[in-house]
């Protein structure tokens, strides 16, 4: 169980990259029980390995594969729904199959994964989930229209989940991040620190930094805190 002092038991979804990765990192240096998942067994096994933790391949997308994370993880006391995905361009040129990857990662399979495993933290009295979205969810953006919808379905679900799970003591909340230096943002050179210009602090997120403020969020310091989307943009969406 989760106390002040042990973060207890925590499945972090695409554990195996980026800012899942550095979630799992810094929990497992906090005492967590650390369980990541994501579709790339190597990349998988060697945070397992770094983090004393377990990797259990899943890929969201999939219905069964959801319900297999489901029964192997067990008992979970933190979720933090961090996997996603994007495809990007103008919404005449978005595919069915991009579109429905986009909805299946980001908004169904956290359904599904949070659907089974919130009830189960209720009937223990406790548990904090942490969804991870982005500042287009809030803010149009071009080129981003599926996306930015995917991940504006995953912040309705969190107020709904708070409403939901709340009174049995668990706890929902997400960040909605701004430009963050991981893998899938590299390809994009210099336009991630031109996006990051944009903002009042004028600098793009470390993994490790985002990986503090959910860790903040999934633990007991937070504990009157849920229902919230907390930005970690630098203060783009709050400035003009
Ligand atoms: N980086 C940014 O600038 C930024 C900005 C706003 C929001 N975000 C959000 O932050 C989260 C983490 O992104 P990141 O930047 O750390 O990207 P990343 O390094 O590419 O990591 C994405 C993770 O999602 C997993 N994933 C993707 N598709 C999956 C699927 N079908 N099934 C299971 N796992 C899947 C990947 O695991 P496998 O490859 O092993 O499947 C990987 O671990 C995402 O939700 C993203 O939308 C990022």
Known sequence: MATPSDPGTVLITGGTSGIGRAVARLLSRQGARVIISGRDESRGQDVATETGGRFLRADLADAEDVRHLVA???????????????????????TEPGFDAMVAVNFRGPFFLTAALAPKMAERGHGAIVN??????????????????????LEALTRSWAAEYGPAGVRVNAVALGPSRTEVTRSMGDMLDSLAAASPLGRANEPEEVAQVIAFLASERARPVTGTVLPVDAGRVSAL
């Not at 979720?79 to 495809?87: Q, T």
């Not at 229209?145 to 504006?152: L, R, T």
Request: hydrophobic fraction near 50%; proline fraction near 2%; aromatic fraction near 6%.
């Open 132 to 153: 991870v979205s982005t500042m287009v969810a809030a803010r149009g953006a071009a080129g981003m229209a599926a996306y930015g919808a995917s991940k504006a379905a």
């Open 72 to 94: 192997e993880a067990g008992d979970v006391d933190v979720l933090i729904n961090n996997a996603g995905y994007w495809e990007l361009g103008p919404s005449a040129r978005t």
